[in-house]
């Protein structure tokens, strides 16, 4: 083997060397991005689900506010004025439960949508992280890989020192 070839092989594993480093350098911030990502994606769906739960409570208080409002229509039955505008109230109220009704059924829409996507990005990373896990691998036997030819390089040396 003539020092030349041993010089291109030793250059080739040198840019071999660079660019696993280099990319496994480029996966790594992948990783991070996404693990901000999905981060940033668990605290929206508790977000949504404390607002989820608020919504639910309101929902049950209006509930309770026409099944108050129904009871107090039909003890005031008599009272013609009285009867209205408890009519109004019952229907705003309604309208109300309504609107927080559609409300829960969007929250909970996002709420779904939000674990689809987390669930998305838990399984982009597991995979980011088993490639960079493969180019660790490719990093490690290129660096045993170079430091066996700059042995022999070495070794090479010697011989001809030797000579």
């Known amino acids: 083997m003539s020092l030349d070839t041993i ?13 696993t480093q280099a990319k496994y350098e480029e996966l ?13 994606k668990e605290q929206e769906i508790t977000s949504l689900s404390h607002k989820n739960q608020l919504l639910e409570t309101e929902v ?32 705003l109220l309604e309208e109300e439960a309504e609107e927080s009704d559609k409300n829960i059924r969007e929250t909970n829409e996002k709420l779904r949508q939000t674990d689809v996507k987390a669930g ?6 597991q995979a980011l992280e088993a490639s960079r896990d493969q180019w660790e691998e490719k990093y490690e036997e290129m660096a045993q ?19």
């Open 60 to 91: 049950e208080k209006l509930e309770g506010g026409i099944k108050e409002a129904k009871v107090a229509a039909e003890e005031s039955g008599q009272h013609g004025m009285q009867n209205e505008s408890l009519q109004r109230r019952l229907q």
């Open 120 to 125: 998305h990005y838990e399984r982009k990373v």
């Open 7 to 19: 010089k291109q092989k030793m250059s080739s594993l040198r840019v071999q060397q660079e660019e």
């Open 28 to 40: 790594q911030g992948k990783v991070k991005t996404l693990e901000q990502e999905n981060l940033a």
């Open 145 to 163: 890989k170079y430091n066996v030819v700059k042995k022999e390089l070495e070794d090479f040396q010697l011989e001809i020192g030797n000579i």
